[in-house]
């Protein structure tokens, strides 16, 4: 379904970090009331809601991980930093958009980051879904799970050699049709 925010796409622009569901946000035009914003910061993307009048509502957050802040609404600018800003698509908005930006502005204030459980992008999510989630952390979680498994099989290949080559033997019997006994 295309809504107004589908204008605003500006052809090319950087996907460095960015998800399939961000499009850059053409600098001359205002972004949409309740948009999710997304800026690139090195190693993750930054996530706020737009609520009008060239103002944000983000987490502060870490900044350079250094330190804590609250939810405050700061200037686009400010937000940005310097970098491109995109627009996350939202496939299944729950709020309308000034639902979006009341709820944005509900939790003004609020001092609860957390990087894994309540960043700015569970924020948002929260905000524009009713679901706080972050994508950046499940990716974290996925590829930690996996160099775990790497990490545990390469042990177990370590500490238990002959059950590897009794692994091997048996898979070359089985392609064979051998009968193992």
Not at 4 to 12: P, V
Not at 51 to 65: D, E, M
Not at 109 to 114: F, L, R, T, V
């Amino acid at each position: 379904m295309r809504d107004e925010s589908q204008d605003l796409w500006q052809a090319g622009g950087s996907r460095h970090d960015l998800s399939r569901r961000d499009h850059a946000l053409d600098p001359a035009r205002e972004p949409p009331l309740g948009a999710h914003l997304v800026t690139p910061r090195r190693g993750y993307t930054h996530h706020g809601i737009y609520v009008g009048r060239g103002r944000v509502v983000q987490y502060g957050g870490a900044f350079l991980g250094l330190r804590r802040g609250p939810v405050e609404e700061v200037a686009l600018l400010q937000f940005a930093r310097g970098r491109s800003i995109s627009l996350r698509l939202e496939e299944s908005r729950q709020f309308d958009r000034d639902e979006v930006v009341h709820r944005a502005r509900a939790r003004l204030g609020e001092d609860s980051y957390n990087v894994l459980t309540n960043n700015c992008e569970h924020f948002c999510e929260w905000c524009v879904r009713g679901e706080p989630r972050s994508h950046q952390v499940d990716g974290l979680f996925a590829m930690c799970c996996r160099v775990r498994r790497g990490l545990v099989a390469l042990l177990v290949r370590s500490l238990f050699p002959w059950r590897n080559s009794a692994r091997v033997s048996a898979d070359r019997h089985l392609s064979t049709g051998d009968t193992i006994v």
